[in-house]
């Protein structure tokens, strides 16, 4: 069962001090994350899920516990490790967008391949691919800027899984969009999932999405309610 | 930036207040005239309502005159003269000398006793004897002694007769005047009885006082005059003259002159002409100045344009906006006047003592003063920063959301760009240089120079727009080489030169700007510098070729005639050659002089080099031509160890014509201008006359120059024309073998770090005595003290110094700013991967294309401009009396101190932002571009 699991979470807290109260965003959680799989993160504002995709991401440190990854330790790791951890294993897609505006739609996924040291001659092909699991190959050499908030959501999708990450962290990234382009997005989702293996957690609180995740994970204040499987769900 | 614009009237004024007192002491130097005096003479007329009419007009005007033309009183002399008195030598009776009374005030603190007493002070003149006072030149040439007793006479004419009144005096006390004391306008006091003020109106009616003369002299403080009042001492002067005109007798007396009235009036004049000068250097900064608040103002205001954007589509309206932005800049520019005007004083204060370029000693204060000038200055640069800073806001107020979107999506092409200002600017500045070339040669041809040369308005800032321009025509080309640049290496550039690239390429805006920007500052920095370095060493360099060495002097040459008797000298002739020609005897007897021992000098401490140079006029025979012309003469080897040079006076170095002198000791020089004067060439024979007791010697001529050191390639004649000089370089030795010796002068080459006072002890020892010595020294401080050059140098200082820093501060502001804006950006960068070293590099690779590259161009520019445009400032500075060529000075230390202003730019914002970046928390950055 154990290399079924993606993130072992063991006993997570995170404290924040925001004027002079301690907030607990996340309060002693503890989650098995299975691979392959669309992870739904559910909750309100302020019940922790971005702190907790922060954590997994390692964009952030728990202030208590253990995240294992694949079998390994990554709260411990040194800044230097976390940037390699994430470059590696781990694709970003954020609620705004956040591309390269000067850059194009091409031009922003092959910088992503960059960065993730991916050699040269692979790379343009590789970004075609990308961008045509997204379908946007007719737009690709569009700058960001003409593109539409949809468009532009997929660029960031196809540079999120260019590289081949493990595991895709989405923060809300349906937040900005209208019923039927969130519900594209999803299916892209799925798509990479069967397609490259990749893991997806989604963090999002559109009660639309609830239905199509594999596993539901509902916070409050910090803490797990419920845990839901496909199989379980009502 | 208030403080610097203030600073500018604030240094002109200064400079021209020293200028004014300086003119004021010089005066006194040249004149020997205390140049503070106002006087109130007159001889009043006989008739008693006349008189008192007369004497209370006098006094008025004493009194008031201070006050109408605005000067400070120092002190005031009261004096009554009573003229035509008689008195008998008691030695020879027959011996009448012509003597007067004197009643002055004050006058016991003014003088020294020598003997006796000062006087009884209520003598009475109808009983026995008058006490009277006199100088003690006045006691020797008449043989006078103390306690004598001498009658003083006087003839009137009452009635149709004769009468002659006798008065005693006694000789009470003697003094001598106090020297130095602008009390005494006059020494010429041997034939004056000095009695006690206050005795005067015993003497009311008394026949004496039918010649009668009254003066008042006003002393002012001099150095208290003030330029704010020169214009209104030259118009109250003319008024009181004329009132006093009216009323008193102008046409046979001067009821009233002064000792300074030339010197303001000459002053006046280069007034207008300094001012205009001065303000005129100062536009290149203020350009800067302007475009650097724009700039950061048009920055802050793109930063918040999604601010703007929001709250219109909210509904604030455009008006509403533009005033927010009002009150802001208002505030911003009262307070940067508040501190900015005493700033501008500190300023001042440094840049006052300003010596040279950038070399600060101290010396007394720049007087400044805050005169309606300076507010008036602070008011438009107030102004102007509200403008600056408001007229971005009004273009942003306009636009919506909607607009603005749209413009991001299509990113217009810049103005400038479109209307190929860089071009026509550049063009234009090219254009002008050309034009203005050709004036300047025809000038120099002609002879013109100083500050009566035609100023070209525009030489000033020209150079800046020649800047803009270049530096605008570079931006438009820049993009396409870094496309070509990371064309051709794309497969290999890290993602950290990647992204940067991408920034570079496509950002435009406000990357331009700052560019700009920084090359407009490097290449005004180096233009001033570069222009300050060449006046001032052009300055230097002119004065050193002009004496020849640090020092020059000659000694008094014992004359014997032929029987070996002392001899008195005859004229002197002074050639074109520096100071000091040779003495020429003409119709006299054969003079022979006694050489002093040179020997003295060449033992001389603290000198590198000594030499005996014979300077005189001459003329030359040739072709049946027989021209004047300058002669020198000197032994070879000495010269070259002792002679200023510059490498750029003769096609050869010094070196070689001095061997061949040496080898040849009947070669000479001549000056080029007597190669088509005389049809003359190398090799030709010709024969230099007028030596000493007209001899003549056979010499060859073996090379041309155009300068020579002491040599001055122009005199004017009494029409005023400028006329050509000659010369010929010949060797001493060989000229000691034609003709007899005559009084050479000595030059002096003094060791580096060697004082004049040093080399003058020396001097002083010598057995001989000198009958002038000249130093370099003495010439060039006079130089420095030029108003023209000081605020020059200032001016210059100021540009330098303030381009650097708002170069530095502009880089920090605009990267800090730009940073900020693309936090966003980071994080993600971040967030994908990339280490924070990394993305740090990225950074510097983006700083290295954007500043270093305006970095290098903007010293190309500057280095550009001078070699361009600062020739044309050779016919102001040095204009006629330019007897060397006129040569551009780049200091390497000015480029470096640029270089390292750079270097800690860069190398402090790096901080900055390795700071920043640290400081980065991802997910807090990434939430934030949520918002």
């Known amino acids: ?234 | 930036m208030i403080g610097v614009i203030t600073s500018i009237p604030l240094f002109a004024n200064g400079i021209l207040q020293r200028t004014l007192t300086r003119d004021l002491m010089q005066h006194q130097q040249d004149t020997g005239v205390f140049p503070g005096y106002i006087n109130l003479a007159y001889t009043l007329g006989r008739d008693e309502d006349i008189r008192n009419r007369q004497r209370q007009l006098l006094s008025r005007y004493a009194d008031t005159i201070p006050s109408r033309f605005g000067v400070p009183l120092d002190s005031m002399v009261h004096f009554i003269r009573f003229e035509s008195l008689r008195f008998l030598d008691e030695d020879d009776p027959q011996r009448i000398i012509t003597c007067r009374f004197r009643f002055q005030s004050d006058l016991e603190n003014h003088i020294t006793m020598l003997y006796g007493r000062t006087f009884n002070p209520t003598a009475d003149p109808t009983n026995g004897t008058v006490d009277v006072m006199i100088t003690d030149e006045m006691m020797h040439k008449h043989k006078m002694i103390p306690e004598g007793v001498y009658t003083v006479s006087n003839v009137s004419y009452a009635g149709g007769m004769a009468n002659t009144n006798t008065v005693y005096v006694r000789v009470a006390g003697v003094f001598q005047p106090n020297s130095e004391d602008a009390y005494w306008q006059s020494m010429l006091l041997s034939d004056t009885f000095f009695l006690p003020y206050e005795s005067f109106e015993t003497f009311a009616g008394h026949p004496f006082s039918s010649h009668m003369s009254e003066s008042y002299l006003l002393i002012l403080d001099y150095a208290g005059i003030k330029i704010e009042n020169v214009t209104q001492i030259t118009e109250e002067y003319a008024k009181v003259y004329s009132e006093i005109a009216a009323n008193l007798d102008v046409f046979t007396q001067k009821p009233i002159t002064t000792t300074f009235m030339t010197v303001i009036d000459s002053f006046e004049n280069r007034e207008g002409n300094l001012q205009f000068l001065l303000q005129l250097l100062n536009i290149p900064i203020l350009i800067m100045l302007f475009y650097y608040i724009f700039m950061i103002a048009k920055m802050k205001i793109s930063d918040e344009e999604a601010f703007i954007a929001v709250i219109r589509s909210r509904g604030a309206s455009g008006r509403q906006i533009f005033l927010l932005y009002l009150l802001e800049s208002v505030a911003i520019g009262l307070t940067a006047v508040i501190i900015g005007l005493p700033l501008g004083w500190a300023i001042c204060r440094v840049i006052g003592s300003a010596n040279g370029f950038l070399d600060f000693v101290s010396r007394a204060a720049l007087p400044l003063r805050m005169s309606m000038q300076v507010y008036m200055y602070a008011a438009v640069a107030f102004l102007c920063i509200v403008v600056a800073a408001v007229v971005p806001a009004l273009a942003y107020s306009r636009t919506s959301i909607v607009e603005q979107k749209r413009k991001l999506a299509r990113p217009k092409k810049p103005i400038w760009k479109v209307l190929f200002i860089d071009v026509i600017t550049l063009g234009l500045s090219l254009y002008y240089l050309y034009v203005i070339r050709d004036q300047t040669e025809l000038f120099q041809g002609m002879g013109f120079g100083g500050t009566e040369a035609p100023i070209s308005l525009p030489l000033y800032f020209i150079s800046t727009v020649f800047a803009i321009g270049a530096g605008l025509c570079f931006l438009r080309v820049y993009p396409w080489l870094v496309s070509l640049v990371y064309l051709i290496g794309r497969r290999f550039w890290s993602p950290v030169t990647y992204a940067a690239f991408h920034t570079i390429k496509r950002s435009g805006g406000t990357a331009n700007f700052l560019m700009l920007f920084i090359i407009i500052a490097l290449s005004i920095g180096l233009f001033n510098a570069g222009a300050a370095r060449t006046i001032n060493r052009n300055v230097e360099d002119r004065i050193f070729n002009a004496l020849g060495s640090d020092i020059v002097t000659q000694q008094y040459w014992t004359q014997l005639d032929e029987q070996g008797n002392y001899y008195m000298s005859a004229s002197m002739i002074v050639g074109a050659f520096g100071p000091g020609g040779s003495d020429r005897v003409t119709s006299e007897g054969p003079i022979i002089y006694e050489e002093p021992p040179f020997i003295d000098f060449k033992a001389l401490e603290g000198v590198d080099g000594v030499a005996r140079v014979m300077q005189m006029n001459a003329s030359i025979r040739f072709n049946r031509m027989n021209p004047t012309v300058s002669f020198i003469a000197f032994e070879p080897y000495e010269f070259a160890q002792t002679t200023w040079w510059r490498s750029d006076l003769a096609p050869y170095h010094l070196n070689e014509y001095m061997q061949i002198m040496m080898e040849y000791p009947n070669a000479v020089i001549l000056s080029e201008s007597l190669r088509t004067r005389l049809g003359v060439k190398e090799g030709d024979r010709i024969r230099i006359e007028n030596l000493h007791r007209n001899r003549q010697m056979e010499v060859y001529v073996f090379a041309f120059a155009e300068f020579w050191p002491s040599f001055e390639p122009f005199r004017i004649s009494p029409a005023g024309e400028y006329l050509r000089n000659h010369f010929v370089v010949a060797n001493f030795d060989y000229l000691s073998a034609n003709v007899p010796k005559s009084p050479y002068n000595v030059w002096i080459n003094k060791s580096p770090g060697v004082s004049d006072a040093f080399i003058y002890d020396q001097l002083a020892e010598m057995s001989a005595s000198f009958r002038h010595i000249e130093t370099a020294t003495t010439r060039l401080v006079a130089a420095k003290n030029d108003p023209v050059i000081q605020g020059t140098n200032g001016a210059m200082s100021l540009g330098f110094i303030i381009a650097m820093v708002i170069c530095a501060m502009g880089f920090l502001v605009y990267w800090i700013l730009s940073i900020n804006a693309r936090m966003l950006q980071f994080g993600i960068i971040r967030a994908m991967g990339m280490t924070r070293r990394k993305l740090l590099r990225m950074l510097i690779y983006e700083q290295i294309l954007v500043s270093g590259t305006a970095l290098i161009v903007g010293v190309i520019t500057g280095h550009l401009a001078v070699v361009l445009f600062v020739p044309n400032f050779s016919l102001l500075y040095s204009g006629s009396d330019l007897n060397i060529p006129f040569r551009i000075f780049l200091s390497g230390d000015d480029s470096i101190r640029i270089y390292i202003v750079f270097g800690i730019m860069l190398l402090s914002c790096l901080l900055v932002l390795g700071h920043m970046l640290r400081r980065i928390n991802i997910a807090k950055v990434i939430k934030f571009g949520e918002d």
């Open chain 1, 1 to 234: 069962m154990s290399n079924d699991i993606l993130f072992n979470v063991q006993n997570v807290s995170r404290l924040f001090f925001s004027g002079g109260e301690e907030v607990h965003a996340l309060n002693d959680v503890s989650i098995d994350i299975p691979k392959e799989q669309l992870i739904i993160l559910r909750g309100r504002s302020g019940s922790g899920k971005t702190t907790l995709i922060n954590i997994l991401g390692a964009l952030d440190r728990p202030t208590s516990g253990n995240v294992l990854f694949e079998g390994k330790e990554i709260t411990g790791f040194s800044d230097r490790k976390q940037d390699e951890y994430r470059r590696k294993n781990v694709g970003f897609v954020f609620q705004s967008v956040a591309l390269m505006s000067t850059m194009s739609a091409f031009e922003n996924v092959e910088f992503g391949l960059r960065i993730a040291g991916m050699p040269y001659a692979e790379q343009k092909e590789r970004v075609k691919e990308c961008l045509s699991i997204v379908g946007l190959d007719g737009r690709m050499y569009h700058h960001a800027h003409e593109l539409s908030g949809g468009e532009q959501q997929r660029v960031a999708i196809a540079r999120a899984v260019a590289h081949r990450p493990v595991v895709v962290l989405a923060d809300e990234p349906t937040a900005e969009l209208d019923t039927t382009t969130g519900l594209q997005v999803v299916r892209f989702f799925k798509e990479i999932i069967k397609e490259q293996g990749t893991t997806v957690i989604m963090a999002t609180h559109d009660p639309n999405m609830v239905e199509i995740g594999d596993m539901v994970i509902d916070l409050e204040d910090g803490k797990v309610v419920e845990e839901l499987t496909k199989n379980e769900s009502s």
